[in-house]
């Protein structure tokens, strides 16, 4: 009968790893210090995405995130695959889960069969986006740019139901709240559409740190609750906004510069 031991491993990065003929990898955590978007390939196929920032190996006083937990979305390695993570040069990937220790001749269960040949259609990707405002430019009240705009092919999905992160940087005097807001738009709709007088619409970005941290906020923000759900061929833009009614001014020789981060559920139809 098959034995379970705890999974807690860290690979370096972009070295090819194979699974033993009587092993499989049941993957629930995931974290990195990479600070590019990584991949983690299985089987040589793309399944999930992480970033130092928003699945770090440990959890810190400076990132309170820990590793990210997959939930239904988690990884499985069978016997005699490949695993490799391709991500910043120098870095590593933490795996957290269940190792399986099976028995000679013995079947791996058919639920982690099925898993294993969803993985890749069906797995937690990382999006980013930056703004740059011009070096010295000064960023009047009340406008807005994009960070952001993702349009995902026919027959692909985001699900934005998970942490995001925003963050507004090289403004002279700093960033205080209630001056920046980040704001959602499918299709060139806002979603938030109704609002009163004088309360501007979109996500104070101090409320988005990016990351949680004992410096900042210690609660990440995440739009479980709230899912943005992008189909084919439709148009996410994610815009910030100076909302502080007075005109802001990067320091001398830089550029205000406004970054997004999330993690999002990647489907791809077949």
Same mark, same amino acid.
């Given at each position: 009968?098959?034995?379970?031991?705890?999974?807690?491993?860290?690979?370096?990065?972009?070295?090819?790893?194979?699974?033993?003929?009587?092993?499989?990898?049941?993957?629930?955590?995931?974290?990195t210090?990479?600070?590019?978007?990584?991949?983690?390939?299985?089987d040589?196929?793309?399944?999930?995405?992480?970033?130092?920032?928003?699945?770090?190996?440990?959890?810190? +006083?400076?990132?309170?995130?820990?590793?990210? =937990?997959? /939930?239904?979305?988690?990884? #499985? $390695?069978?016997?005699?695959?490949k695993?490799?993570?391709? /991500?910043?040069?120098?870095?590593? #990937?933490r795996l957290? /889960?269940?190792?399986?220790?099976?028995?000679?001749?013995?079947?791996?269960?058919? /639920?982690?069969?099925?898993?294993?040949?969803?993985?890749?259609?069906?797995?937690?990707?990382?999006v980013?986006?930056?703004?740059?405002?011009?070096? =010295?430019? +000064?960023?009047?009240? =009340?406008?807005?740019?994009?960070?952001?705009?993702? +349009?995902?092919? +026919?027959?692909?999905?985001?699900?934005?139901?998970?942490?995001?992160?925003?963050?507004?940087?090289?403004v002279?005097?700093?960033?205080?709240p209630?001056?920046w807001?980040?704001r959602?738009?499918?299709?060139?709709?806002?979603?938030?559409? #109704?609002?009163?007088?004088?309360?501007?619409?979109?996500?104070?970005?101090?409320?988005?740190?990016?990351?949680?941290?004992?410096?900042?906020?210690?609660?990440?923000?995440?739009l479980? =609750?709230?899912?943005?759900?992008?189909?084919?061929?439709k148009?996410?833009s994610?815009?910030?906004a100076? $909302?502080?009614? #007075?005109?802001?001014?990067?320091?001398?020789?830089?550029?205000?510069?406004?970054?997004?981060?999330?993690?999002?559920?990647?489907?791809?139809?077949?």
């Amino acid at each position: 009968m098959a034995k379970a031991v705890p999974l807690d491993k860290v690979l370096l990065a972009n070295v090819e790893y194979q699974t033993e003929k009587r092993e499989v990898l049941i993957i629930k955590k995931i974290g990195t210090n990479s600070t590019t978007i990584g991949t983690l390939k299985i089987d040589r196929k793309p399944t999930t995405q992480v970033h130092a920032l928003i699945a770090p190996m440990y959890k810190t +006083t400076s990132n309170f995130l820990g590793p990210m =937990d997959l /939930g239904a979305l988690y990884n #499985v $390695v069978l016997p005699e695959q490949k695993i490799i993570f391709e /991500g910043a040069s120098g870095s590593k #990937v933490r795996l957290i /889960g269940t190792k399986i220790q099976l028995e000679p001749a013995e079947a791996v269960e058919a /639920g982690l069969v099925a898993r294993a040949d969803a993985q890749h259609k069906d797995y937690v990707t990382v999006v980013e986006g930056t703004y740059t405002h011009g070096v =010295d430019a +000064t960023w009047a009240s =009340d406008v807005e740019r994009e960070i952001l705009a993702l +349009t995902p092919k +026919t027959t692909q999905e985001y699900h934005f139901n998970g942490v995001v992160m925003a963050s507004v940087a090289n403004v002279s005097g700093g960033v205080a709240p209630g001056e920046w807001y980040v704001r959602f738009y499918v299709e060139n709709a806002p979603l938030e559409h #109704v609002y009163g007088a004088y309360i501007k619409h979109g996500l104070d970005v101090l409320s988005l740190p990016r990351p949680p941290a004992e410096a900042t906020e210690l609660v990440a923000f995440s739009l479980a =609750d709230f899912p943005i759900i992008l189909l084919g061929d439709k148009t996410l833009s994610v815009r910030i906004a100076n $909302v502080s009614g #007075v005109t802001k001014s990067p320091p001398a020789g830089a550029s205000i510069t406004a970054t997004f981060t999330a993690a999002a559920r990647f489907i791809v139809k077949t």
